[in-house]
């Protein structure tokens, strides 16, 4: 089964982070994919305290290794996330800068939402996670309030909801592709 790992990106109580992230792993195909959320807001990763470089990949803290071994051990990664002030919150900035290895190549979907759909986290997201060599299959806006509501409730129906059905297939077909690559000799 194909690891999913959902990440969310916002922290601070009362966030709607943790139900729309709910509802985005109830569109993944339980024959596809095996789910896990990473709540920001729980793993509470302090700011980037590694002395070395991420690129050299000598973790030293407990919680990198953890980190780390999460994302490493994720065949796809969903990142959640609303926007703040044109961007998206520190947090997953955060995240991505702990670690470099494990994100090279790996399928990345993004789901952003907000009053514009989280159109400039969404853009600033992607630019960061190509930055790091990710491959980013894609992303989706959930709009303020028509698809999404302020309290977090994601409308089925909406043309969003069905983009996203799509990119998790199309996340899948790229986890399959990965698959297929044959071992070098
Ligand atoms: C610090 C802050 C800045 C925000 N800036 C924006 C913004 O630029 N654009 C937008 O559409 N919504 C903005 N919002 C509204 C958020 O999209 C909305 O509160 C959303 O629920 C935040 O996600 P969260 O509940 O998971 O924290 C902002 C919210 C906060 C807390």
Do not use: C
């Amino acid at each position: 089964m194909n690891q999913l790992r959902i990440i969310v990106s916002s922290t601070r109580p009362n966030r709607i982070g943790p139900t729309v992230t709910h509802w985005v792993g109830a569109q993944a195909d339980p024959s596809q994919w095996e789910v896990k959320v990473l709540d920001l807001g729980v793993i509470d990763l302090p700011f980037m305290d590694e002395e070395d470089m991420p690129r050299n990949g000598n973790y030293a803290k407990p919680h990198t290794q953890a980190w780390a071994s999460e994302i490493f051990e994720s065949d796809a990664i969903v990142v959640v996330t609303p926007q703040y002030n044109r961007s998206f919150p520190a947090p997953i900035k955060n995240a991505i800068d702990y670690l470099y290895a494990e994100w090279q190549d790996k399928p990345v979907a993004i789901v952003g939402y907000g009053w514009s759909g989280g159109v400039d986290a969404r853009a600033d997201l992607s630019k960061i996670f190509t930055h790091v060599s990710a491959d980013v299959v894609g992303d989706v806006g959930l709009t303020f309030p028509e698809q999404v509501t302020p309290e977090g409730a994601v409308d089925d129906d909406s043309a969003a909801a069905g983009e996203l059905r799509t990119l998790l297939d199309a996340l899948h077909a790229k986890v399959l592709d990965l698959d297929e690559v044959p071992a070098q000799s």
